[in-house]
Antibody, heavy 117, light 108 residues
């Protein structure tokens, strides 16, 4: 059974930093690109960042480029999101999501972790 | 950036009736479109990918159609557990991956 468990959210002041983690299990982690998707309170879904299975390729939304860094440790089956220079508009539930492999939709999601700035 | 527009914003449907949700892309996305269901307090769940392929475990009452710029999600006979918000997402031309604003399906 695929499981994704996020942690690291919380309350931070503007300009501060947080590091989110997502522990994955139930699949061969290194074989799949992984992403972060966020959802501001009462709003829709916003893609944040994606990292390839090897970690060699990363992509970011313009809204976070230069402030957030996605990374992964395939030996620990863990995905990370380092969030620096946080802004009020970064307040959201952050979801870790697994890509489908044969498609770039998200076939599994974590339960989310709330970041409040 | 490809902008995804969903309509209507809210759809009021009686249990047992058919629901038809629309998603339009600002540029062609071929068939690289996914649909998600989200219930309050829960993470989204993948329903459809490739515009028309049901994800694992998704009931047959959910179907997707369309290609290019116009897509439809149909729920053939609404069950109580289907009242939720539905999002479409394109993955043909990225970054960025983009989502529609969502359609809330509520009980009439």
């Amino acid at each position: 059974e695929v499981q994704l468990l996020e942690s690291g959210g919380g309350l931070e002041e503007p300009g501060g930093s947080l590091r989110l983690s997502c522990a994955a299990s139930g699949f061969t982690f290194s074989n799949y690109a992984m992403s972060w998707v966020r959802q501001a309170p009462g709003k829709g879904l916003e893609w944040v960042s994606t990292i390839s299975g090897s970690g060699g390729t990363t992509n970011y939304a313009d809204s976070v480029k230069g402030r957030f860094t996605i990374s992964r440790d395939n030996s620990k089956n863990t995905l990370y999101l380092q969030m620096n220079n946080l802004r009020a508009e970064d307040t959201a539930v952050y979801y870790c999501a697994k890509t489908g492999g044969i498609h770039w939709g998200f076939d599994y999601w974590g339960q989310g972790t709330l970041v409040t700035v | 950036e490809i902008v995804m527009t969903q309509s209507p914003a809210t759809l009021s449907v009686s249990p047992g009736e058919r629901a038809t949700l629309s998603c339009r892309a600002s540029l062609t996305v071929s068939s690289k479109l996914a649909w998600y269901q989200q219930k309050p307090g829960q993470a989204p769940r993948l329903l459809i990918y490739g515009a028309s392929t049901r994800a694992t475990g998704i009931p047959a009452r959910f179907s997707g159609s369309g290609s290019g710029t116009d897509f439809t999600l149909t729920i053939s006979s609404l069950q109580s557990e289907d009242f939720a918000v539905y999002f479409c997402q394109q993955y043909n031309n990225w970054p960025p991956l983009t989502f529609g604003g969502g359609t809330k399906v509520e009980i009439k």
